[in-house]
């Protein structure tokens, strides 16, 4: 009798240092998660001239004007007007936007009348509609299936190429043009 008595209070206390153990390791597992959410979010609001930094218009904001950006921007709301970004634009799902665009990358999951000259990818999602004309100085174009382009592709070595309003080319060297008016299904 006495035995099982003993065996019941050993097992209750290693039952209760392994408890102990687990919220300690537990602990210790939410406070690194912890940490580098704070640590991410100090890079992405950093004051380092906005390099890492990501700026997020959101649902219901409307913009007019010219806007420049120093690191990434996500646009769900509406903007009327023209946009640089020297990094990373997307346009999200519910995004509206109407614009001469200049910027690195961008991604178009929502709505984007206008022009846009990128240096790097540009990326039509499923949900992304483009109607417009697209500057590369490389041919870096990506439609997904669903996804809307409708418009010219210009790829050209020259960063300062322009479409006029009648649709003619200013500089008519070192370019090829691709015209798009499909939805790829």
Not at 29 to 49: A, G, H, P
């Amino acid at each position: 009798m006495d035995m099982i008595f003993i065996l019941f209070i050993l097992i209750n206390i290693l039952t209760k240092i392994f408890i102990y153990l687990i919220i300690l390791i537990c602990n210790n597992i939410f406070i690194i998660v912890y940490d580098l959410r704070i640590k991410r979010r100090n890079i992405m609001f950093s004051k380092n001239n906005g390099a890492n930094s990501l700026t997020v218009i959101g649902e219901g904001v409307k913009i007019e004007g010219k806007i420049s950006f120093p690191g990434s921007v996500r646009i769900n709301g509406t903007i009327v007007g023209d946009i640089i970004s020297k990094d990373v634009l997307v346009i999200g799902k519910e995004g509206k936007v109407e614009s001469k665009i200049k910027a690195k990358d961008i991604v178009v999951s929502g709505h984007l009348n206008g022009e846009i000259k990128a240096s790097g990818l540009v990326e039509i999602t499923h949900s992304g509609r483009f109607i417009g004309n697209l500057i590369q100085e490389k041919a870096m174009l990506s439609i997904e299936k669903g996804g809307l382009f409708q418009g010219k592709s210009i790829v050209s070595e020259k960063k300062d190429l322009e479409v006029k309003e009648n649709k003619s080319i200013t500089q008519k060297e070192n370019h090829r043009i691709l015209k798009f008016d499909k939805k790829v299904s």
